[in-house]
């Protein structure tokens, strides 16, 4: 029996901490566990790998590599990768995909990539996706507001002001809700609307400097712009020691073909490219990414999206240092993004876009608020009068918006979690994986025989994955290799033979045509005459970095 944890509670350090030490020391037959590196706080960002290593050496298996949480406020996230990973471990023997994933393939799964942030977010209600090279308060060391839980109820939430020339007004539907005022309103009761927190030098002048929130997320080396052009992104790629951690993590394990990134709170499946148009893919890619983006949108409901070209907080803006874009742009990988829950969407309230807006109408702000009631409490922190330090009568009060607008109520978590985790593992089952197909000898005389190979792929991607690790040369070929406890001489073909790649069911979308792209063979012959004893075993063995290996052997009379 494998310990399942309560899904539908967020997870602290100490207890992710906790239940994956135990996952791996119940189950050391397919669970392992691994320490990736510290962060600044000196907490440990974990990675699971977990496989079926009784079927033999994983490192050889095809590999597939999910993460979560590299935003602090993003939490839900690990809740997905913990249920995904407890599905694997509980289901095997149980489930015939999951078995059939477990012997042939292995998950690198790792629950929370940002342990600082994700632990300042969930003890101390911190608003903001960066790690742990800032304390919350120290995020912001120049003169200007910065952010504080001033009552100490555990929420960052916002400040009413009463402000003539305030830019809001109470709802007269609901006093709790606020409202843009008309742009012809000259008379009312306006206000102010902060976020709740306090002002550094204050000198009666709301400025706003942008906090140094270093955003891991900007930090890969792929198209990576340093601070001053893009926010978050620190001076120097990979400075930060969680994102380093994560790149050696990748680097060393080869056998990785394909990536799923856990974001929130668009309710959508993002794809490649983070800084350039659709015109820049070469080959079959956007095919590729449309077909399994279909498969994701029939089992999740969220639509595929470009992040070019439709998540982009302004039109100028341009991502770059991005995680997905590194695995996909640089190392050819198949890369996606899933940007878990959306609020509006969830309550039934009409969605602009997939960047996350909060204008509502007070009529959709009753509704949303209707929706949470049902699921949780504290969605809204009442109004209470605070006597704020430097601004005098405030009210605090407002959405509490991590909790609501950043994840799902926590009685929604593990719904959500499963159908995710079911994406991410017949993603998994599309990675394309090397067989020798049949393997047979031919006596041509006393000394001479004739071996016959066929190595084949029965994956549903190619054996290079993508024409991008063609484009950047990251594609390697199938190796087959032909050797014999005895001594024997190749008369023809040589021991070590690299094939051309082979295609995947991928690539036959429809019957042939003579109009349509041509067939690439997913089968290849590889054929050796030799001289050798008789009797003599020869042993032949198929071999890819992300496709796996298959190894077969022959009895010559």
């Not at 399994?292 to 770059?320: A, C, W």
Request: proline residues 6%; charged residues 25%; aromatic residues 12%.
């Amino acid at each position: 029996m494998v310990y399942k944890p309560e899904i539908n509670q967020f997870f602290d350090y100490e207890r992710l901490g906790s239940t994956l030490k135990r996952w791996a020391k119940e189950n050391p037959d397919r669970c392992r566990l691994h320490e990736i590196g510290l962060s600044h706080r000196g907490r440990t960002v974990y990675a699971l790998e977990i496989s079926n290593f009784k079927t033999g050496n994983v490192d050889s298996r095809p590999g597939f590599y999910v993460e979560s949480c590299i935003h602090a406020e993003e939490v839900m996230g690990t809740n997905v990768t913990m249920f995904l990973a407890y599905s694997l471990l509980s289901k095997y023997q149980q489930d015939a995909l999951i078995t059939k994933l477990l012997d042939t393939q292995v998950f690198y799964i790792l629950p929370c990539l940002n342990p600082d942030g994700s632990e300042f977010v969930q003890k101390q209600g911190a608003p903001w996706c960066g790690n742990g090279r800032y304390l919350p308060g120290e995020e912001q060391p120049e003169s200007g507001f910065y952010w504080k839980d001033l009552n100490g109820d555990g929420v960052v939430a916002e400040m009413r002001i009463a402000d003539p020339d305030g830019e809001w007004k109470i709802s007269d539907l609901d006093s709790r809700f606020m409202v843009q005022r008309e742009p012809w309103e000259l008379e009312g009761q306006f206000y102010r609307l902060l976020p709740e927190g306090l002002f550094r030098d204050f000198n009666g002048e709301y400025h706003f400097p942008l906090p140094h929130d270093g955003n891991m997320n900007r930090q890969f080396p792929a198209k990576y712009f340093p601070e001053g052009r893009q926010y978050g992104a620190g001076t120097l790629p990979m400075e930060e020691p969680e994102v380093k951690g994560v790149i050696d993590f990748i680097l060393a394990h080869p056998n990785i073909g394909g990536v799923m990134s856990y974001h929130t709170n668009a309710a959508a499946l993002l794809r490649p490219f983070g800084d350039k148009s659709d015109e820049n893919f070469v080959g079959q890619d956007l095919a590729m990414y449309l077909n399994l983006g279909k498969m994701g949108t029939q089992i999740t409901g969220y639509p595929l999206i470009s992040v070019f070209h439709e998540f982009k907080p302004e039109n100028d803006i341009i991502r770059g240092g991005c995680l997905t874009d590194w695995t996909y742009d640089f190392l050819g990988l198949p890369s996606f993004v899933t940007e878990l829950w959306n609020l509006n969407q969830s309550a039934g309230v009409a969605k602009e876009g997939f960047y996350p807006s909060n204008r509502r109408t007070p009529e959709e702000e009753g509704k949303v608020l209707a929706f949470l009631n049902e699921r949780m409490k504290n969605a809204f922190i009442e109004w209470q009068p605070y006597n704020h330090p430097q601004l005098g009568a405030v009210e605090l009060g407002g959405w509490n918006r991590i909790w609501v607008e950043r994840n799902a109520p926590e009685c929604m978590l593990e719904e959500i979690a499963e159908k995710h985790s079911e994406y991410s593992m017949k993603l998994a089952a599309t990675l394309p994986k090397v067989a020798i197909k049949s393997l047979k000898s031919e006596r041509l005389d006393d000394n001479l025989v004739r071996i016959t190979a066929k190595i084949g792929n029965t994956g549903y991607l190619p054996t290079y994955l993508t024409d991008q690790a063609r484009y950047m040369k990251a594609d390697k070929k199938v190796l087959v290799q032909l050797s014999s406890a005895k001594e024997f001489e190749v008369i023809t073909g040589k021991p070590d033979v690299a094939l051309e790649h082979l295609e995947g069911r991928s690539q036959r979308t429809s019957t042939w045509s003579q109009w349509i792209k041509d067939w690439l063979p997913s089968e290849r012959v590889v054929q050796w005459v030799v001289r050798c004893p008789a009797p003599c075993t020869f042993t032949v063995l198929a071999s890819h970095d992300k496709c796996g290996l298959d190894k077969q052997e022959l009895v010559v009379s």
